[in-house]
């Protein structure tokens, strides 16, 4: 034991000896986490900071057997499926992981949002971490159509073709995105390198920033939390309080996401066959169902609009909105209450529960 | 001029020098980028007909999927043993439409679009009806080719 003490103890002494490690130390000692009631919702952000990376390991793993191509893409992951070993996990847990980054990346939204922790002089750290969650849909959105089975083939079709409904922008969106007129092996390249090369990328440098604010503003403290005297304040050191309790809740994701692959492995389906006609039963991921399922209730023609093209320009306009929240948001900006933006929030979430479950059901 | 308004002078043409530079590496680099990601025309063989199958191929009251080009159509032999032809691509949204015996209808399995045998959209959300093709019957073969 204590030949291991002193080979670690040398360790640190070379690099301290280097790049004078003390500075570092005294600032993750300096870190507090506030200790309130909400607390509980400071652990999403750790949780989703887990799945993305579950999500990159699984992903570099599945590269080694994947093969993109419409002649390749089906065949390749039925053999990660039925021939590589324990291949069926390493693909259930990044399917299971995908969905619950999500899950979890919105809990953390929300949070956020409600505590409204985007406020002056966090605006950045609220976009980037909306940056990253428009990124996440891409992500699901790229990586739905990879094991190119025929549910996959129409979901995209349907999906590139409301982009391409965009006005102005939307075409060239639409063939930027399928690599051609019409989803084919084109498009499947083209997402493929988006999914494992561009969407990694960019999303590694925001990720990096995202943190490195919050690395220098400290963890966000509740309006009320904020105004009481220093000594009323309870708070939980960092290192290794909070950490050692951000590693339990990991260790317990990765033990859901276990059980969820060994009981609900991911589907394969039919191969895409571009001359078949479309399955019964097309849904986007249920993340997209909200947005897909409002654009039913558009008629076909609103005056001179045509009826879904009003509903994108709707949604992203909302999106818009709610990625510059912190600017407009000028009330709670001066540290009074903003009830309006609450109920907004709260109209937000029942909005996307109620459509989420129509386009479930329907 | 004193010397002050010479360096401004030379100063001031010195930025303008560098920023025009600054466009032009940009769009020097960015160009061609933008070039690559937008994909190449694919020279189409222009097909006009098409060779379906033989009347035996096709069920009678059923439809089945054809290459024409590179687009699908949807070829139907009727109860009353005609045959149509129509564009098998959704107006909707892209997706890729079938003969739906039970209601003697198109269908479109997405978001349940409905089309009557004349390609026309009769309910559900698409907002066009499908291209009809013709159809011509010589001896056994069945000859697909778009409408004049």
Redesign the interface.
């Known amino acids: 034991m204590s030949v291991m003490k002193n080979i670690f103890k040398k360790a640190y002494d070379y690099l301290d000896e280097r790049l004078h490690l003390e500075d570092l130390v005294h600032f993750m000692g300096k870190k507090y986490v506030p200790v309130h009631s909400h607390s509980v919702w400071y652990y999403f952000g750790g949780v989703s900071l887990f799945f993305f990376i579950v999500q990159v390991t699984t992903g570099i793993l599945l590269l080694f057997y994947y093969k993109a191509g419409p002649d390749l893409a089906f065949e390749s992951i039925q053999y990660i499926m039925s021939k590589v070993h324990f291949g069926w996990l390493i693909r259930s847990i990044h399917g299971w992981a995908a969905n619950l980054f999500i899950l979890a990346a919105v809990i953390h939204m929300f949070s956020v949002y409600f505590e409204k922790a985007y406020r002056k002089p966090r605006e950045l750290t609220w976009v980037t971490g909306m940056l990253m969650l428009f990124l996440a849909m891409g992500f699901g959105f790229s990586g739905y159509l990879l094991p190119w089975n025929e549910l996959a083939f ?1 979901a995209t ?2 999906g590139s ?2 982009a391409g409904a965009v006005p102005v922008i939307g075409e ?1 969106l639409k ?2 995105m399928r ?2 007129p ?2 084919t092996g ?1 498009t499947l390249s083209r997402l493929f390198g988006f999914h494992v090369a561009l969407f990694p990328g960019i999303f590694t440098v925001v990720l990096g920033i995202h943190l490195i604010l919050i690395q220098r503003q400290g963890i966000s403290e509740p309006l009320e939390f904020e105004h009481l005297p220093q000594k009323e304040k309870k708070t939980m050191p960092f290192f290794p309080n909070f950490l050692l309790r951000d590693l339990l809740l990991w260790l317990v994701m990765l033990n859901l996401l276990a059980i969820l692959a060994v009981f609900f492995p991911a589907e394969l389906g039919h191969k895409a066959d ?9 849904k986007p991921e249920w993340y997209f169902l909200f947005m897909f399922q409002s654009l ?1 209730y558009f008629p ?1 023609h609103i005056f001179i609009f ?1 009826g879904e093209v009003l509903g994108i320009l709707m949604f992203g306009a909302a999106f818009a909105l709610w990625l510059l929240v912190p600017f407009w948001d000028v009330k709670t900006a001066r540290g009074e209450k903003n009830r309006f933006i609450t109920y907004l929030g709260i109209f937000a979430i029942m909005f996307i529960i109620v459509l989420t479950i129509l386009g479930w059901v329907l | 001029m004193s010397d002050l308004d010479s360096n401004q002078n030379r100063r001031s043409f010195l930025k303008y020098l560098l920023s025009t530079s600054l466009v032009g590496f940009l769009a020097s680099v960015l160009y061609p980028i933008i070039s690559y ?3 190449p025309k ?1 020279n189409e063989v222009e097909v006009s007909t098409v060779l379906a199958g033989k009347v035996s191929d096709f069920e009678k009251d059923s439809g089945k ?3 024409f080009g ?1 687009k ?1 159509v949807l070829v139907i032999h009727t109860e009353k043993d005609e045959f149509k032809a129509l564009s ?1 691509v ?1 107006t909707h ?6 003969y739906k015996k039970e209601l003697g209808l198109i269908w ?4 349940n679009g409905k089309y009557d045998l004349n390609g026309k959209n009769v309910s559900g ?1 698409p ?1 066009r009806p499908l291209d009809v093709f013709a159809v011509k019957r010589q001896g056994d073969n069945i000859f697909v080719s778009k409408k004049a």
């Open positions: 129409f079709k349907v073709d409301i060239p063939i930027l690599g051609g019409d989803v084109a571009p001359f078949g006609s479309a399955p019964a039963g097309i039913k076909a045509e | 990601l937008n994909p694919q999927i054809i290459r590179n699908p098998a959704c949204l892209d997706c890729t439409v079938q479109c399995a997405c978001h959300p907002p």
